[in-house]
Every structure is written in C-alpha cells, then in structure tokens.
C-alpha cells in the first residue's frame, strides 16, 4: 500500500521538448497570448492537481550557458515574466497553487516580495515561488550591472568547485529571507481601522526588516498587508549537495530528479543531513520528484512520436523520462510513491497535448489506484500540502516574550 | 464642426489622507475583490484606463510608521496582470520607478502585462532620489539629483529601443523546415553610457500595440522635457481653468520641436469631484467629505512635516503655531537651499492663514482637500466638457475619495451627460490597444524599418 502523494506540473513554451512545437497539436504562434496560458491554467485546475510552477529565465537563450543560445532560431524563443504570468492567471483559477520560477540574481528582492505577496493575495492563498540561484553571461549583459558571475558547471560538475556558483546560492539565501522577513513585516492585525483614535494602522504591528546582507540591504516593512498564507510557498529545484543545502536551508518544498525510484532513498538521506545541519524553519522539507512524460494510446504511438521528435531536436534532461501510455506513468508514479515521496511533478514534454493526456487519463486512474491524496478543502496552498500557516516572526517574539 | 473627444482615466484612491478610510462604505484596499469591482466600473464608465501609483516604502512621520491615513497596498504590476484577467478594453496603467528597476527587468515586465492584455499596459515613468526609498533596493540611495532625470529619459530609450527590436512578423513557427523565428527577428540593442552598460537581446515578442504608452507626471522643466520627448500622456496637477489652459499651451507648442503633432500626447490632470442633486447639497457634501480628509490630528500631522517639529500641543482649530521651523544644522554645507526654502514656506502659509482667516484644519483642507469640481451632475459635465473643448485639457484623471466605490457615482450620473453632449464614447469602438483608445498615432514598427542593431548611446548622447 502506497502513501498518498500529490501530483503537480511544470508548464513551460510549448512543452519540455525542444521540437515540441513542430507537433500538430501545438500552438506555437500563441505561447506568449493570454488565450495560451488560460487554458494551460485551467486544464491544470479542473484536472485538480496540487500547483504548476511556471519556468522563466532573464535572455533570450533561457538558462543555457551554451554560446548559440541566443542566435539559434530552430527552437521556441520569446517568453513572459512568470510572476506576472501567475498573477493573470489568479483571478481565472480556483484551487491550484501558482508556483512562478524567478532568478535570485538580477531583480530587485524588494519587488519580488511584494510580487509574490500580491501573487498571494490575487489568489487567495495560492501563491508560491521557485528560486533559482545564479547568471548567466547572456543574463549579465541585458542587465549590465555586474560584471561577474558564473560561466557555466565547472569540469567537475559540482557547484562547490566553482566560487561564482557558490556566491549565486549564498545571494539566492539571502533573497529567500528576505522574502520571509518582508512578508512577516506586517503582522495578521496590524489594520485597525480605529474611529475613536483615528489610527488606520497599528504601527506596532508593523516592523522594518532591517536586513543587511552580503549582497544587499533592505530597511523597511514591505509595502503589502500580510497575505492569506502569510509567507509564499518557497521551491527550489535540486540536483546536487549545494542546491540539496540551499533547499534545506530556505524551502518549504524541493523539486528532485532521481533516475529512478531506487534513488529516491539516497536523495532524502542527503536532504535529511543537509536540514539537521541548516534548517530553521519548523515544519518539514517536502520533497516533490520530477517526471518528463510523454503520454499516447498505446506504447507504439508514444514511440513513435519520440522517436520523430528526438530526430528533430534531442531532449537532454535531468529528470527520469517517461515515454508510453497513461498506465506506464502511473506505475511510475506509484514507484516513487513506495519509495516515500511527497509528490511528483510532471513535465509535459508537448503543450497542451500531455498536459491533457495528464488530465483526462493519467489523474482519474492515478485517483483510481489510491495513489493521489484527495484535495481536502485546505483554503491555502501551505495547508494542502501539509504545511501549517506560519505566524509571523513578530508575532511570535511577542509570545515568547 | 466636430466636438473634441474627452478622454478619462480612474485613478484608484491610494495611500494618502484624501481617500477617506473612516466613511462606513470604505472597503479593502488589498483585496483583489476591490480592483476588480474598481475595474469594472471603470470599464462600464468606458474610461481610457485604470491608473495605479506604486509604493516603495510605507510614509514615515517624525521617525515612525505614519498611521492616520490608509497604509500598505499591492505590487502594482501584479495587480495590473491580474486585472487585465478580468477586464477587456480598459487601460492597464502603473506608476513604476526609473530610479529603481533595471531596464531589460522592467521592459520585460511591461512587455509581458502588454501581451497577456492584448495591448492594454502603460507606464507612468517617475523617478526618485532620496535615500529613504533607496535603503530598500540594491542600487540604495546614492543617485544624484541631477541624474534622475538623466537615468528616466536614458531607461525610456532603452525601453522604447528593446520593445521594438523585434519584428511584427518575427514568428513564423514553420514545422516543416523547422524555423521557430526569422533569420533577422531580433535587433540587439546596445547602450553603453555613464548610467548604463546594457548590450541586450530582448526575450518578449512585440504586442499589439508596439509598446505600452508612457504617462509622464513631473512638472519641472526636466519634467515637461521628459514628456515631451517620450510621453504619450502627461498626468499634470494644472487643474484651475486657465492655469491648465497655459500649460496645455506650453507643453503642445514644445511637441514641434521633437516632430510630434499636438495629438500624440495627451494632457489629463488629476480631478476630484463630488456629486449633488443641487448645488447647494454638493456644496454641503464636499464640506464633509474635507472634514473626513482632515481630520484635526491630521492637520497637525501635516503641519508638523513642514515645521519639523512637535506642534501637538496646538489645538488645530486654532490658529497656525508661533514657533519658527526647525531647519536643522544652518551651517551644513548644501542645505541653505533647503532652509530658505521651508521658511520661505512656512511665511507663504502664515500669509494665506491671516489673509483668509484660516485655522490649522482650514488651511490644510484648502491645500489639500480642494475639489475639482462640485455640483450637480450637469454641472460636472458641462464643466469637464468645457474644459477638453477649449483646450484647457484633454481630459482628466478622476480620483473619487472612497475605495473601492469611489468611481460609481461619477460612472452612473456624469459618463451619460457626456456622452449626450455627444463628446464621449459610448462604446469601446475606436479599437483593442490602450493607444487606439488614446487616438494616438500608431507606434512605429520597431525591427522591419530599421534593420541591424539599435544604437540607443548615439540617441543618448545627442
């Protein structure tokens, strides 16, 4: 007997496969219309999984560190700012969390708090944020800010082998508490609206962050009243010792690739020492693994139409890919519900098409088979994945004292 | 001979002490629910745009958190994206800070509020200098003030330079050969100057209104410069008849001089309004509504901003306090300037209080509690109508002083007497974008015209 897990999905362009948008079923004209990612949205919503996380990168050539990145023409290119992306689709979706990715490196944290705060209250307690540490020399140049940073994995593959990466994730800390402080500044009551004292706020309940870093310095409360789940849901996507650390340290939940499910149990092991030594957040990381999926009738079909899409443009991933029908992504899912994760999340490798296959067929025998958690009416996103909604800081200094 | 057409924006009453928080209807100004009824009424109002200031840092008074006024509001781009969910033909307009974003950052936001409302996004180009809201930001307080205005009309360049660098047509998604993009779909846009070192290849395709229309809302000469060299619409403070008449004048007769004809930039001052059946009821509604704006603690509060000084023993219906500013250090060098000025200030206040006979709580409602127009309905209309007829303006920036209501009333009685008078439009027939509402000239296509790369630092340093 399975633990009950949730299911979520990473929606990105046209689909995590690179000549995903050659197929007949994509849209590729309309990945940057509001038509696109409402139905995305809503598919993903009525399907009734956990959260989609929205990726997004600061050039053109997204993440890549490779020296065509911004020249090639043959893939999808063109995309929107995930934060704003998420809020658009607030008002238009009911259940599903919204978990934009943003990049800790180029963008004024003050804005991004107060981003993902009004994200939070847009949708009512949905609101969630992926981080991710790091530049890249394409990135640095639109800003033209700094100068320095990383150039890529170093030959080793370790992010400690390389003092520009290490420096990306201490900032990357710094930008996940600040958005903790900032989103604590105001406390649950700090409105008062007082007709015999004439006070609108109490200023008691409202307090600076006075946070000074390594890499910056904010000195006031945020601009924003507290939200529904008071702080936003931090993600963050790992694959190895420094980010598994990071993860440790700053999320509420953390996205993993193991090869398979055997894996799984050596990944929360390092996860489990790397929170003994960081964490001081109370509640417990959850640990979400990643599956590309490829969903058609029948094995052949699947097949086929990876095998015409690798031909056009091959898929190099860091996550298990799953290419068959929609009982083969259920065994899987099940493997890695045994093996004692929190949740899988799923890449669609073709958009809409899997997510749809996602939708019609994967979820209904998923829920069939007692695998998924049902949704249990949680108002927030904090408290459908298991996790309480924290008090502020503040508030709590004051109980103690 | 045809009327001229009037243009309207809403402006959603904010953080500061004319949006009156202790009138019973006064709902939340968080909750998304309010922006979206806002919104909605604007929307029926048929109204040019929605209007959204931004925040940086809540208002300090003497050291601690200012507490009499509404306080805390949302990220005005998110709200803006998910209103543009839940509106169809309306502006989406925010104030957004030159001083304190990053170009590629900020243009890729606007690109993106563009896109997702089909051409709906303005921006409201302020700048800023004071340390105060720079100690919440990376680039902290350290630019000069000589430079703000350097840094808005470079960053609006820059701006102006990424939105258009790519093609209309740069999207042809042909599945066959495998082209996603055009060979020449994207112009790199290279800036390289004291204030910025951007060599840049923009990742947001062009919307359908080429770019967001730029609002301007400083007044100085550096101001009007900006507006007149970048703005589309310039929010201005000139509402007395022939006072906006003046400006009016003197900001159109500058547009020659950059190539731009008298209706690629519109001019809609902010106004306030309050609504009567008669004359006298609107009169006697507009008294209450300035009691509620300032209330006795908030006339000392303001007071106490221009005195620096602790003036809370002073009972603010009586007379204005005997005691001189308090200026500071006089021997600090650099801040003459700022002395002279608080106390040529604080003489201008004392003049006007004993000229007209003013309390405390009386002279601060006249300063800030005005309204622009009172009366009955008809009045209203025939005055705003007057106004866009002859050229004093072309429109205005209605603030009502109640969130999320406040906009209702002006929606019900006055829209329909405008559109009777047959100077304003009772659909939203002119077009899709915000710049077709605005009857601005379309935006030149950016990378078909002018192939190869922008070099906005030649622009820059003429």
């Known amino acids: 007997m399975s633990d009950r897990i949730h299911l979520a999905v990473a929606l990105d362009g046209a689909g995590w496969h690179p000549a995903a948008w050659r197929e007949r079923t994509a849209r590729p004209a309309e990945l940057t219309s509001p038509a696109y990612w409402r139905a995305l949205a809503r598919t993903a919503d009525d399907a009734g999984l956990l959260l989609a996380t929205i990726e997004d990168a600061l050039s053109l050539g997204g993440r890549s560190f490779e020296q065509d990145a911004e020249t090639r023409r043959d893939l999808v290119r063109g995309r929107l700012d995930a934060v704003l992306v998420a809020s658009f689709l607030a008002p238009v979706t009911r259940r599903i969390g919204l978990v934009p990715t943003a990049t800790t490196t180029h963008p004024e944290p003050f804005h991004l708090a107060t981003g993902l705060q009004t994200l939070d209250h847009v949708s009512r307690g949905r609101g969630g944020v992926r981080l991710v540490a790091g530049s890249t020399a394409q990135e640095r140049a639109n800003f033209g800010r700094r100068a320095d940073g990383p150039t890529g994995l170093p030959a080793s593959g370790r992010v400690e082998d390389d003092p520009a990466l290490l420096a990306a994730f201490r900032e990357a800390g710094e930008v996940a508490d600040v958005i903790r402080r900032l989103a604590d500044s105001w406390e649950d009551d700090a409105i008062v609206r007082d007709l015999a004292s004439g006070k609108f706020l109490d200023r008691d309940r409202v307090h600076n962050v006075d946070f000074e870093g390594e890499f910056f310095s904010i000195t006031g409360a945020s601009i924003v009243p507290r939200s529904p789940q008071g702080q936003p849901l931090v993600t963050a996507l790992a694959h190895q010792s420094v980010p598994y650390r990071f993860a440790a340290e700053h999320a509420d939940l953390v996205f993993v690739t193991p090869a398979d499910a055997a894996a799984v149990h050596g990944i929360r092991s390092e996860l489990a020492e790397a929170a003994d030594a960081a964490r001081t957040l109370d509640e417990p990381l959850r640990v979400f693994a990643d599956l590309l999926v490829l969903v058609e009738e029948t094995p052949a079909a699947a097949a086929a139409v990876w095998n015409r899409l690798q031909e056009r443009a091959p898929l190099t991933t860091d996550a298990r890919v799953v290419v068959g029908t929609a009982d083969d992504v259920v065994d899987e899912i099940r493997a890695l519900a045994d093996a004692g994760v929190d949740g899988v999340r799923l890449r669609p490798a073709r958009l809409p098409a899997d997510l749809e296959a996602i939708a019609d067929r994967v979820i209904p025998r998923a829920a069939s088979a007692g695998i998924l958690l049902p949704d249990d009416g949680a108002p927030t996103l904090r408290e459908r994945v298991g996790l309480p909604r924290l008090a502020s800081r503040y508030a709590r200094q004051e109980v103690g004292a | ?462």
């Open chain 2, 1 to 462: 001979m045809t009327r001229r057409r009037i243009h309207l924006a809403a402006h959603f009453p904010g953080v500061n002490n004319t949006t009156v928080w202790t009138d019973p209807a006064a709902g939340s100004q968080i909750d998304f629910s309010s922006f979206e009824h806002f919104a909605r009424t604007a929307e029926r109002g048929f109204f040019d745009y929605l209007f959204l200031a931004e925040g940086l840092r809540l208002r300090e008074h003497r050291g601690q958190l200012h507490d009499l006024d509404v306080a805390g509001r949302p990220n005005t781009l998110a709200i803006l994206t998910a209103l543009a969910a839940v509106t169809e033909h309306i502006g989406l307009v925010g104030t957004l800070n030159t001083t304190f974003n990053e170009p590629y950052e900020l243009a890729r936001q606007l690109g993106t509020l563009d896109l997702l409302s089909g051409g709906r996004a303005g921006w409201n180009a302020v700048t800023s200098s004071d340390a105060f809201h720079g100690a919440n930001f990376r680039r902290g307080g350290y630019l000069d003030h000589a430079d703000r205005y350097v840094r808005a009309s470079e960053f609006a360049e820059l701006s102006k330079a990424l939105w258009s660098s790519w093609r209309d047509d740069a999207i042809v998604a042909d599945a066959e050969t495998g082209a996603f993009l055009r060979d020449d779909a994207i112009a790199r846009v290279r800036h390289e100057t004291r204030l910025f070192d951007v060599d840049a290849v923009f990742d947001v395709p062009r919307s359908p209104q080429g770019r967001p229309v730029i609002v301007q809302a400083g007044d100085s000469p550096d101001g009007r410069d900006f507006a007149t060299a970048h703005a589309d619409v310039i929010f201005s403070l000139h509402t007395a008849f022939d006072d906006a008449q003046q400006f009016y004048r003197d900001v159109k007769g500058r547009l020659a001089a950059h190539g731009r004809d008298e209706d690629s930039l519109k001019i809609l001052p902010a106004a306030t309004f309050v609504l009567g059946d008669t004359e006298a009821e609107a009169r006697e509604h507009s008294r209450e509504i300035a009691l509620a704006q300032v209330r006795p603690q908030t006339a000392i509060t303001y007071l106490e901003q221009i005195w620096n000084r602790d003036l809370s023993g002073y009972d603010a219906d009586g007379p204005l306090p005997d005691v001189e500013p308090d200026t500071g250090v006089e021997t600090a060098q650099g801040f003459a300037g700022r002395h002279a000025a608080i106390r040529a200030r604080v003489g201008q206040l004392r003049a006007q209080a004993t000229a007209e006979n003013l309390s405390i709580r009386e002279l601060v409602i006249r300063l800030t509690a005005n309204h622009t127009f009172v009366g009955t309905p008809e009045h209203v209309a025939s005055e705003i109508d007057r106004y866009v007829q002859e050229r004093a303006t072309d429109g205005f920036t209605v603030v009502g002083h109640v969130t999320p209501h406040g906009l209702d009333e002006f929606t019900e009685k006055v829209v329909p007497l405008l559109q009777e008078r047959g100077s304003y439009r009772r659909s939203y027939d002119e077009g899709a974008t915000l710049h077709d509402l605005l009857g601005l000239p379309p935006v030149v296509a950016g990378a078909p015209d002018t192939p190869g790369p922008h070099d906005t630092a030649t622009a820059a340093a003429r």
